[in-house]
């Protein structure tokens, strides 16, 4: 079987680009190779990053390509086996169908008011003059934003130690993890100072305090709670069964890690561009300013100039750096290669929005391009698309928008340092290579914006 062309290196060599500089070492294969181009990671991968290419894929999942789960293994030690992300085939659709309802329509009123709530108390706590770390400050409100919307659990000894525990286990990202996630042989627990005993420690803690919330809720039900546990606890399927706990727990675990990491990220970045660029600063002030003193969420969310920020935020550095595997299931012609079944393909989310053809001076940060024309779903792609498209990707968005009309209506903030930052891997997603600080400046003199409750 002939594959695209790729590296020569050793197999072993492109493993270790592949974990310590992911990004260059795809933009170096790309330079050479151009759409598409075959890595030799543990087997040989195909990488694609042409808009063609990819619709082509992610449109036809489950005929011409399938999403399987032990493609996704590396996902398992985190959020388990029975995680809407691990799984696949039937049982994936079955868990999707199940978690999709909590995250659209009304609900989004309720969740715009817990979003609210939580970024003004975390960033009341701000000093005039006191530098503070943006992720750190960020992670803080979409963990507590997932943890009062998913369930329900507010201040209290067990949300306390959960938020902890998780944003240990996330924050631990060192190369020795990422190669851990990679070689299933290299996770030793040599007891619980070693990398894998801490972790597994760590998740044991976590697991112990999720099956105890759920015992709790399935021994006192209390039918008039909205929070996302609580929904699925009282899913049924088309049989009439109900999720098991250990089902519950593992997505439970995949929401709230996928959950808040990813969007705390994507907000640090946000704030990073939007205060590096002066005039995109003006103008979405002006914009925010226009909606008057009490916005509500829909016409925050609807906000274009503000959408357009929070795109080209998504764009430049993607968060999630490649689409989920796909594995080729009958003979399929791609940008004029032939690959056969069993072929591994991935589409290059990072490559895709570095595309000088669809993003001209694509190292710039320009919020403009998303005014100036739309994108295909191939062509801008932040959550993945198809089947595997990120499940909380309305609730994402939305939440951005929030939070970040929030922090800019109430206060005016500084970079520390203006100099460059720049993406690189942490753990199986991206983000900045240093700490980004900011300084409050002084608190805008507006009345308080409270969001009123809006339908979106």
Request: hydrophobic share 40%.
């Amino acid at each position: 079987m002939t594959l695209p062309n790729g590296p020569k290196s050793p197999a072993f060599v492109q493993m270790l680009q592949w974990i310590f500089r992911p990004m260059p070492f795809m933009e170096d294969c790309a330079k050479r190779y151009g759409d598409i181009f075959t890595m030799q990671l543990n087997a040989p991968i195909v990488f694609v990053s042409n808009p063609q290419a990819l619709q082509q894929i992610l449109t036809s999942d489950t005929k011409e390509f399938e999403a399987p789960s032990d493609w996704n293994t590396v996902f398992e030690p985190m959020l388990g086996k029975n995680s809407v992300i691990t799984v696949s085939g039937e049982v994936h659709r079955h868990q999707r169908q199940l978690l999709m309802p909590p995250f659209h329509g009304d609900r989004m009123r309720t969740y715009g008011e817990v979003i609210n709530k939580v970024t003004e108390q975390v960033i009341s706590q701000w000093q005039i003059d006191k530098p503070f770390c943006v992720r750190s400050a960020m992670q803080i409100i979409t963990m507590r934003v997932i943890m009062q919307a998913v369930f329900g659990l507010y201040e209290g000894p067990r949300a306390q130690e959960l938020e902890q525990l998780l944003a240990a286990m996330l924050n631990e990202t060192s190369p020795l993890r990422v190669i851990e996630l990679y070689f299933p042989a290299l996770r030793l627990d040599l007891g619980p100072k070693s990398s894998w005993g801490r972790f597994l420690r760590r998740r044991q803690r976590v697991h112990q305090l999720l099956n105890e919330e759920i015992q709790e809720r399935r021994d006192r039900p209390d039918p008039s709670r909205t929070d996302i546990l609580s929904l699925l606890m009282a899913a049924r399927d088309e049989a009439g069964e109900a999720m098991t706990d250990e089902e519950l727990r593992d997505e439970l675990m995949t929401l709230l890690t996928a959950g808040h990491e990813t969007t705390a990220t994507a907000l640090t970045w946000a704030l990073y561009w939007i205060h590096k660029s002066p005039s995109v600063q003006q103008k979405l002030l002006q914009e925010l300013d226009n909606l008057g003193d009490n916005p509500d969420p829909s016409s925050i969310f609807k906000s274009p100039y503000l959408n357009a920020v929070y795109s080209e935020a998504l764009r430049i550095y993607p968060v999630g750096m490649l689409t989920f595997p796909r594995v080729v299931r009958t003979p399929v012609s791609l940008c004029g290669h032939e690959l056969e079944p069993g072929t591994v393909v991935l589409g290059s989310i990072y490559l895709t929005h570095q595309r000088e053809d669809l993003y001209p001076q694509h190292q710039q940060f320009k919020p403009e391009r998303f005014l100036e024309r739309q994108f295909s779903p191939y062509e801008f792609l932040p959550f993945g698309g198809g089947a595997r498209r990120c499940i909380g990707m309305a609730f994402a968005q939305f939440e951005m928008k929030v939070i970040l009309a929030k922090i800019l209506s109430s206060w005016e903030l500084a970079l520390v340092d203006g100099s460059d930052v720049r993406p690189k891997r942490r753990g199986l997603v991206t983000g900045p290579n240093r700490s980004i600080q900011m300084v409050v400046k002084h608190q805008h003199q507006i009345p308080s914006r409270t969001l009123e409750s809006s339908s979106l």
